[in-house]
């Protein structure tokens, strides 16, 4: 019995010294001048790397065919902590990726690079309201009211759908949508662009008369539509179709009358990244025709840049007539990152908690 | 009396099958589903199909994370039992003061939320690397040693309770015999806490395997652990993939502790 | 060689008991160090953010302001919070304890072929991670999920019971999720104790009950001790089970913690609420450690039965 231990011991022994911490330092990164070398892109996992590593690598492969992408999966949370903790060093990204409002906070910061208009020449397609000078929005989806075709009669057309009682008890709320649903009650009481959206915590504080159901998973929220246990929710139209396509409920979606903001995706240039130029190769890259339509066909996500040839499927699904787009406008995201922990603890406590 | 013990007895087969079932529940339906045909959970599943196994194989980030996580735990428990069984001796031969402050601090990874461990070991080393002017994070000696410190309460908590209840007089008769303490020690004590020591290292091993918040800021770019790589699957979507990701884990560890178990007999070892 | 008698050689023993001492530091030296600089200097650090001052849409000005711990500790929200956590942990762990045990008795007293494999099934709930294992668990409990159905198809009831998102179901949940730990802890107190002393107490005309309360009980006392606390802290750390099981509805201190730094970047409040989770959880668990000894158990060390 002894002996048989020893041996246990002994291989693992021998397996760890065969593994030297070596084989897993940092590596040098070579010195580039033009775009060369590493860029390592912090961004999500799942569709979205996966996408990425599909479309934008091949075609920076074609025009930088020295810069090798690396790409670090996780979620918001550990960019936002790493781009504040690295600050004062080098940035352990070349290309981030976040959210537009998470965005705003950072050049609130002062931690993103200012872009190099020269260096981007896609920049120049995007559509006017995506265009800024510290992030490239890569590609966007706006909120619409989702619903099941054969319980919600007539279609709605307006957000005031969800306070109608009718549907007391079979509205689904995503708990973390509190900006997205903020904006909502004060678009209805017309103040959402004089940046009054205090407003509208009245007609929030109402809706909790409609018995909603939170859900904090998004997962839980596709199964009770499909299953019919909700007949209404506000999301993202790139979920809705997703949803839509799984199976059991006929869902349907509308972008109600009163309008609403766009979600972009954004991708940007830490202040203190090591591979500038090659970072923004990347972001041209982004832009470029292939993963504009590959966003577009995985994931719902509509191109930001003008003159992308979707097919037509993909294009009356996920994408949005140019009527729509005539009301989908963009919202002050200053104002909105300063009110938005009020807002969260105001939703938390009276709203999703009852 | 017969009687009364006989029923006791079936009460007590009844009760221990029902409660391990409850315990066991989430398993069995984790397992069930990453069988199922269809891509939405619901009951009864319209078909069964191998295909979400098929999926795994197509990412390889989810291999390569397998990999990464077994590697780090295998080492992190290595060390952890290590120096936990020193640590454990100290606490338990020796008269020490401070004692219970020690105990304290042993334990003291489990007190705190998880996330701010994470975050506070990834702060601490920027901070150190920016002072002496090397690279420290990220790197695998770090994470490895991140996993020392969660696993630590365990390691010393297991090996501790085994050696509390060895008679200090079997090394004792040991050393009049002619031993010196240290071969009293190797020869006597240590094999009969090895059931202890080998709990020591499964527990700090699931531990450092599931660990997600310590991991998420401590790899290096383009790599990843399975809880990371889970997580990140889940925001997502949920399909019966991460089911089979989750059955494939559970199956190689099973795999793992029955060799555990014919090397020491897992019997001993709680 | 005969060993010196400590009490006859005064300036040896004094000697003996320096070379001991010094034993003693270098064998709990390298956990020690290593803690204290990899785990508790770290958390100063983040300790010391708890006192910054957080400054919405930007992030965190350095200051020494007790204006997080104010607003957590006057704010009766965040108070609840702190209190349903507590309750929650207690709860669960008490239901943990009391379904453990059969389990662990079983296992005590089972044969070693069989032993095995029981521990390496009650283990397997752990490997899941507790993401995938609270997923299971809502694909029980959801009112798509399998209990549900089953219900309705028996008939036993007309519409779908809300299980989800409910304390009843975190503690449940939270009680299945910790017990893995609290079987394993429990049966090697158990298997300790000699069957003999059990036939003992029955030949003398005990119940079944009466043997548990008078010989088992108080002799997997330790056991006990050890196990509960364990899950206690558990519970009070708990984070995905409560997220996906109890939801919004159901807001416990790690979620609450996490979502401060997370979704609006406070980390001067989430270090505060960390700072108040740990002192609540360590002062709980100093108190129930102390009381329990008290009552129960003259002392930890030495116990010098084989």
Not at chain 2, 168 to 188: V, Y
Request: glycine residues 6%; positive net charge; contains cysteine.
């Amino acid at each position: 019995m002894d002996r048989k231990v020893w041996l246990v011991l002994g291989a693992v022994f021998a397996y760890l010294l065969s593994f030297t911490p070596c084989d897993r330092g940092a590596s040098a990164q070579s010195p580039g001048q033009g775009a060369s070398g590493k860029v390592i892109v912090g961004t999500f996992g799942g569709d979205t790397v996966k996408v990425l590593s599909e479309t934008v690598d091949p075609v920076l492969a074609k025009v930088a065919p020295n810069v090798k992408i690396v790409y670090a999966i996780g979620m918001n949370t550990e960019r936002m902590t790493k781009m504040r903790v690295e600050k004062d060093g080098a940035s352990s990204f070349d290309i981030i990726h976040v959210n537009d409002r998470d965005m705003q906070i950072l050049i609130n910061e002062g931690l993103l690079l200012k872009l190099d208009e020269a260096k981007i020449p896609n920049a120049k397609k995007l559509f006017p309201s995506f265009r800024n000078d510290h992030y490239i929005p890569y590609n966007f989806s706006a909120n619409v009211i989702l619903y099941n075709k054969n319980k919600v009669s007539p279609v709605p057309t307006s957000w005031e759908v969800l306070w109608d009682p009718k549907y007391k008890g079979k509205i689904g709320i995503q708990t973390n949508l509190w900006t997205d649903h903020m904006y909502i009650a004060a678009l209805l009481e017309g103040t959402a662009y004089q940046n009054n959206w205090d407003a509208g915590w009245n007609r929030m504080l109402k809706l909790t008369e409609q018995e909603l159901k939170p859900f904090s998973s998004m997962e839980t929220l596709g199964i009770a539509l499909q299953t019919g246990e909700v007949w209404l929710t506000v999301t993202r139209r790139a979920r809705a179709v997703q949803w839509a396509a799984e199976g059991g409920a006929t869902l349907g979606n509308v972008l109600p009358k009163e309008g609403v903001y766009p979600v972009t995706f954004c991708a940007a240039i830490p202040k203190n990244a090591k591979n500038v130029d090659g970072a923004h190769a990347y972001l041209n890259a982004l832009l470029d025709q292939k993963p504009q339509i590959g966003f577009a066909e995985v994931m719902g996500y509509t191109p930001t840049v003008s003159g992308i040839p979707l097919s037509e499927k993909v294009q009356s699904s996920i994408g949005f007539t140019d009527e729509e787009m005539k009301r989908i406008k963009p919202i002050d995201l200053i104002y909105v990152g300063k009110n938005d922990p009020k807002w969260k603890e105001q939703w938390d406590k009276k709203i999703i908690s009852r | 009396m017969r009687f009364g013990l006989r029923v006791s007895r079936y009460f007590s087969y009844g009760a221990v099958t029902a409660i391990l079932g409850f315990v066991l529940a989430p398993v069995v339906l984790v397992v069930w589903i990453s069988f199922f045909s269809q891509q939405l959970i619901l009951f009864p599943p319209k078909g069964y199909s191998l295909a979400w196994y098929q999926n795994i194989l197509n990412q390889k980030n989810f291999i390569n994370a397998f990999i990464l996580s077994f590697q780090v735990a295998l080492a992190a428990t290595a060390i952890s039992m290590i120096i936990g069984l020193l640590a454990s001796i100290g606490l338990t031969r020796f008269r020490l003061p401070g004692k219970s402050t020690l105990q304290n601090l042993f334990l003291s990874p489990l007190v705190v939320p998880v996330i701010i461990t994470g975050m506070a070991m990834y702060i601490f080393f920027i901070r150190l690397q920016r002072m002496m002017g090397i690279e420290l994070v990220p790197s695998f000696m770090v994470l490895v040693l991140a996993h020392v410190i969660i696993t630590i309460p365990w390691t010393v908590r297991l090996i501790t309770a085994g050696l509390i209840g060895i008679n200090a007089e079997l090394e004792e008769a040991a050393m009049d015999l002619g031993a010196s303490k240290w071969r009293a020690f190797w020869r006597i004590t240590l094999p009969i806490i090895r059931p202890s020591i080998v709990a020591a290292g499964i527990f700090a091993f699931i531990f450092s395997f599931g660990n997600l918040e310590v991991s998420l800021m401590l790899v290096e770019p383009g790599e990843s652990t399975i809880p990371i790589e889970i997580l990140n699957y889940v925001f997502w979507k949920v399909d019966p993939t991460i089911a089979a990701v989750a059955t494939v884990k559970i199956v190689i560890t099973g795999i793992l502790m029955l060799i555990a178990d014919r090397v020491v007999g897992l019997s001993n070892v709680f | 060689m005969q060993r010196l008698n400590r009490i006859e050689r005064p300036a040896q023993h004094d000697h003996l008991m320096r070379a001991e001492r010094l034993r003693a530091v270098s064998l709990v030296s390298p956990a020690t160090l290593l803690l204290t600089v990899m785990f508790i200097l770290p958390l100063l650090v983040f300790v010391r953010f708890s006192f910054n001052q957080f400054v919405p849409g930007e992030f965190m000005k350095t200051a020494w302001t007790l204006e997080n711990y104010i607003k957590f500790l006057s704010d009766p929200y965040y108070l609840r919070v702190l209190l349903r956590t507590i309750v929650i942990s207690v709860t669960s762990t008490v239901l943990a304890l009391v379904l453990a045990f059969p389990v662990s008795y079983f296992l005590a007293r089972l044969r070693k072929r069989w032993k095995s494999l029981l521990i390496i099934i009650v283990v397997f709930p752990l490997l899941l991670g507790n993401v995938i294992r609270a997923m299971g668990w809502i694909a029980v409990f959801s009112q798509a999920g399998l209990m549900n159905r089953l219900l309705l198809s028996f008939g036993a009831i007309s519409s779908p019971l809300q299980i989800l998102q409910t304390p009843f179901a975190v503690t449940v949940v939270l009680a299945a999720v910790v017990m893995p730990y609290m079987i394993l802890t429990l049966q090697a107190v158990i298997e300790k104790i000699q069957p003999d002393l059990e036939e003992a107490a029955r030949d003398l005309g005990a119940s079944t009950w009466q043997v548990f309360r008078l010989v088992i009980f108080p002799l997997a006392m330790p056991g006990i001790l050890a196990g509960t606390l364990l899950v206690f802290v558990l519970c009070m750390n708990a984070y995905a089970t409560p997220l996906l099981i109890g939801g919004p509805k159901v807001l416990m201190m790690a979620p609450a913690l996490y979502s401060q730094i997370q979704d609006v970047s406070n980390w001067p409040l989430g270090g505060a609420m960390a700072v108040v989770l740990i002192g609540v959880t360590l002062a709980t668990s100093a108190l129930y450690s102390r009381i329990l000894s008290r009552k129960y158990i003259r002392s930890f060390e030495g116990g010098t039965r084989v």
